[in-house]
Nanobody, 119 residues
């Protein structure tokens, strides 16, 4: 059974950094797009960034471009979200998700990890 487990969330000060990890297991995610999403209280879930597991192609939301970086470690079956220059508005629950190559939908989701940025 495919499973994604996020870790690395916590409390950071504005201007600080955090790195989230997403460990994948239960199947091969080769050529999947691995996405990061976030949901703040009272707001809809929004796309943050993604990376193609096969070729490393990345995409980012405008709100995080230049501050956040997606990467992957094939040997560890893990994708990362490096978050720099954090802002209080980055506070949210962050989710990792997987989209297979035959669809644009994200079909496998992690449980989420809380990121809180204080001003």
């Amino acid at each position: 059974q495919a499973q994604l487990v996020e870790s690395g969330g916590g409390l950071a000060q504005a201007g600080g950094s955090l790195r989230l990890s997403c460990a994948a297991s239960g199947r091969t995610f080769s050529n999947y797009n691995m996405g990061w999403f976030r949901q703040a209280p009272g707001k809809e879930r929004e796309f943050v960034g993604s990376i193609n597991w096969n070729d490393g192609t990345t995409t980012y939301a405008d709100s995080v471009k230049g501050r956040f970086t997606c990467s992957r470690d094939n040997a560890k079956n893990t994708v990362y979200l490096q978050m720099n220059s954090l802002k209080p508005e980055d506070t949210a629950v962050y989710y990792c998700a997987a989209s297979p190559p035959w669809t644009s939908r994200y079909l496998v989701w992690g449980q989420g990890t809380q990121v809180t940025v204080s001003s």
